[in-house]
């Protein structure tokens, strides 16, 4: 059974940066592509950002291109969210979350084609 586990959130200031990680176990890291979604209070879970399963290409919502930048290590069986120019709409509980096909090319924004999720971290930004 794969496990997800979110660390690196927190409260931080607008304008200020934020690392997320989430590592796997349970699973073969490599062969699938992994993704960040994000729900916000009284908002529905939105898709934040996705890698490919070799690393190769990355997907962003409109929100946080420029801003966040998605990574994994695969020796690690990790996935990273660099957040910077943090806003107040960024707040949120961040979740990491497994694509439910192997070695998929391209990203899904969808969360229903993911198959394991973390329990989330939470990102509170201060005005």
């Known amino acids: 059974q794969v496990q997800l586990v979110e660390s690196g959130g927190g409260l931080v200031q607008a304008g200020g940066s934020l690392r997320l990680s989430c590592a796997t176990s349970g699973r073969t890291f490599s062969d699938n592509a992994m993704g960040w979604f994000r729900q916000a209070p009284g908002k529905e879970r939105e898709f934040v950002a996705a890698?490919?399963?070799?690393?190769?290409?990355?997907s962003y919502a409109d929100s946080v291109k420029g801003r966040f930048t998605i990574s994994r290590d695969n020796a690690k069986s990790t996935v990273y969210l660099q957040m910077n120019n943090l806003k107040a709409e960024d707040t949120a509980v961040y979740y990491c979350?497994?694509?439910?096909?192997?070695?998929?090319?391209?990203?899904?924004?969808?969360?229903?084609?993911?198959?394991?999720w973390g329990q989330g971290t939470r990102v509170t930004v201060s005005s």
């Open positions: 979350a497994v694509d439910k096909v192997i070695w998929r090319q391209s990203n899904s924004i969808g969360d229903d084609d993911y198959d394991s």
């Open positions: 890698v490919t399963w070799n690393g190769r290409s990355t």
